[in-house]
C-alpha cells in the first residue's frame, strides 16, 4: 500500500493481527475540544528491569479498567474506560526499549466508545499485577501495570554465575599499617604457606605469629567469603528528593553504588549485590528479602538526605531502634524514607505475610549492636571527607533495615538540598571518596568484628 493510501485510511479501523488471535483497535486522533472536556492520560513511564517492567500510566482522575490475557503469543489486554485516545497514549510503542527483557511491543487504541485498550505483547510467560494508586506527592492517580516473568531471575544462582569464591589463607587477619618490628624467619611467615591450598594445622597458631600476620598489608580482612548487600535508594517512579539543580537522590546514590561494589569486589574474600542495578522501584520489604535470600553479611542503603533549609548539611549514618527514634529528625527521616512504597507504588493486595512477620520481629537486640558498630566505623571514615550532620550514629524505625539477622545501616551520604552539597554528590571524584569512605568503614568493622562460620546454604524466605 502507498504512503498516500495509508494516509487516507487514517481514522478508519485497523485490525492488528496476532498468531492465534486478533484484537480489533480504531486509531481516531482526538479533537482538540474533546481532550479539553476529558485530559485523560497525563502520562506513561516505562522502567524495565529483569525483576520486572512496570508501566505507570498517570491521569487525571480515577478510571475504571479491565484485563485480561491471550495466548500465543502471550499478551496483556488492558481496557481504559471513560477516557478518549491522545497523543501520550499514541505514543506508547516509542517508549519500550529494545532490551526490554518483558515487553515486546505496547500499542494502544481505540476500542468502543470511550473505551482504549492497550496491547502488550510479552517475550515470554508472565504474573501480571494491575492496581490502581491515589494521588502522592506530585503525582495523581496511576494504573500500574507490573509484568513479572514467570520464572523470575534467582539471585542466589545469579551470584554463584557472576562471582566464584576466591580462596582465602586459613589465618587471615585484619589489614593493618605495618609496624618496625623485624621480619620472622621465611619459615615462620604466612605468605610462604599456599594461599591456595593452606595447610591445615592441628594446634593454633602462637599468639606472636598471629601479630605478625594481623601487620602484614595485602592480606584479605576477612577469612571467608563474605557477601554485602548495596541498596541504592529509591528508583523508578520514586526520584527521592530532588536537588536544587535538579539532581535526583536516585540517581547519585545509584552511582555511589556501584563505585562501592567495584572496591568491595576488588577486595579478596568479599562480593557485593545491588538491589537494583538500573532505574527501577524496588518495595521497601524485597530489598530485605533480597537480602536475606543471599544470606548477606551485611546491608547498607545508601541515600542523599535534604531538608526545608538549603543550608542543612553533612553526612549522617541510621541504624535500626527497637524503641523510638534517637531524635526527632530521625524519626522525620525515618517516615520519609518509609513513604518511598507509596511514592513508588506498591501493591499492598500481595504482601508476603512470612515477610511481614519477620519484619515484625524486634528480638534482634544483638543484631541491632553489631549495626551500631558497623554505623560508627563507617561514621568515622565519613567524617574525613565530609562534615557530620551529627557526631553519633542515630537510630530510628526504618523499614529497610528490619533484616533481624543482618547488620544494617542506612548513609545518608550528603544533603543533596544543600547546593554545594548537591554539586558535589554529582561530581565523579567525590563519589569516588565516599563510596572509599564507606568501604573503609566496612573493612574496619570487619578487621574488630571478623565474620562468624555459617551454612552455606542461603534462606528460602
Same mark, same amino acid.
Request: proline content about 8%.
Given at each position: ?15 492488528? /493481527? ?10 481516531? +486522533? ?47 489486554? &488492558? ?19 529494545? *532490551?526490554?527483557? *518483558? ?49 523470575? +531471575? ?8 557472576? /562471582? ?17 618490628? +623485624? ?44 557477601? @554485602? ?51 527501577? #522501584? ?19 542503603? @545508601?541515600?542523599? =538526605?535534604?531538608?526545608?533549609? +538549603? ?29 518511598? =512504597? ?18 515484625? =520481629? ?37 523499614? &529497610? ?24 554528590? *554529582? ?10 569512605? @564507606? ?6 568493622? #570487619? ?15
Amino acid at each position: 500500500m502507498s504512503e498516500s493510501a495509508a494516509e487516507r485510511l487514517a481514522g478508519r479501523r485497523k485490525l492488528i /493481527k496476532f498468531t492465534g488471535a486478533s484484537l480489533l483497535l480504531t486509531v481516531s +486522533p482526538l479533537s482538540t475540544a474533546a481532550a479539553n472536556r476529558n485530559p485523560g492520560v497525563l502520562a506513561v513511564r516505562i522502567w524495565p528491569a529483569a525483576d520486572y517492567t512496570r508501566v505507570a500510566i498517570e491521569h487525571a482522575a480515577p478510571l475504571k479498567y479491565t484485563h485480561f490475557m491471550v495466548k500465543d503469543p502471550e499478551r496483556l489486554v &488492558v481496557d481504559l474506560e471513560g477516557i478518549e485516545l491522545n497523543n501520550v497514549l499514541e505514543s506508547l510503542g516509542n517508549k519500550v526499549a529494545a *532490551n526490554d527483557p *518483558n515487553i515486546k511491543l505496547l500499542r494502544a487504541g481505540r476500542y468502543k466508545p470511550g473505551i482504549v485498550r492497550l496491547v502488550m505483547e510479552l517475550k515470554g510467560e508472565v504474573n501480571p499485577q494491575v492496581f490502581v494508586l491515589p494521588p502522592v506527592g506530585g503525582y495523581g492517580h496511576r494504573l500500574v501495570l507490573d509484568v513479572y516473568p514467570l520464572n523470575p +531471575p534467582d539471585p542466589l544462582l545469579s551470584l554463584l554465575d557472576n /562471582k566464584e569464591p576466591r580462596p582465602a589463607p586459613l589465618e587471615s587477619r585484619p589489614i593493618s599499617k605495618p609496624d618496625s618490628r +623485624p621480619e620472622l624467619p621465611t619459615e615462620a611467615r604466612p605468605e610462604a604457606k599456599s594461599e591456595l591450598k593452606p595447610e591445615i594445622k592441628s594446634e593454633p597458631q602462637p599468639v606472636a605469629e598471629q601479630k605478625a600476620v594481623s601487620k602484614r598489608q595485602g592480606r584479605p580482612v576477612v577469612d571467608r567469603l563474605v557477601t @554485602i548487600t548495596l541498596d541504592p535508594g529509591h528508583g523508578g517512579e520514586d526520584p527521592g528528593a530532588v536537588g536544587s539543580g535538579g539532581s535526583l537522590e536516585k540517581n547519585v546514590t545509584l552511582a555511589v553504588a556501584k563505585r562501592l561494589r567495584a572496591k568491595i569486589e576488588s577486595e579478596p574474600n568479599m562480593r557485593a549485590v545491588l538491589t537494583r542495578d538500573s532505574d527501577f #522501584f524496588v518495595p521497601l520489604h524485597v530489598r530485605v528479602q533480597k537480602a536475606r535470600r543471599i544470606q548477606s553479611d551485611l546491608f547498607v542503603s @545508601i541515600h542523599a =538526605d535534604a531538608f526545608v533549609r +538549603p543550608d542543612a548539611n553533612g553526612s549522617s549514618v541510621f541504624v535500626l531502634s527497637e524503641s523510638g527514634a534517637s531524635s526527632s529528625a530521625a524519626r522525620y527521616l525515618a517516615q520519609k524514607e518509609n513513604a518511598a =512504597d507509596l511514592i513508588g507504588g506498591v501493591n499492598i493486595d500481595v504482601k508476603d505475610p512470612v515477610l511481614a512477620r519477620t519484619l515484625l =520481629d524486634l528480638s534482634q537486640t544483638a543484631t541491632i549492636n553489631d549495626s551500631l558498630k558497623l554505623g560508627k566505623a563507617v561514621l568515622g571514615e565519613l567524617g574525613g571527607i565530609n562534615r557530620l550532620h551529627k557526631p553519633r550514629v542515630e537510630q530510628a524505625g526504618f523499614a &529497610v533495615l528490619k533484616a533481624p539477622d543482618i547488620p544494617s545501616i542506612l548513609v545518608e551520604t550528603a544533603f543533596i538540598s544543600n547546593p554545594e552539597e548537591e554539586k558535589r554528590l *554529582n561530581d565523579d571524584a567525590y563519589q569516588d571518596k565516599m563510596a572509599e569512605a @564507606i568501604f573503609s568503614g566496612i573493612k574496619k568493622y #570487619f578487621a574488630k568484628n571478623p565474620p562468624l562460620a555459617k551454612s552455606t546454604l542461603a534462606r528460602l524466605d
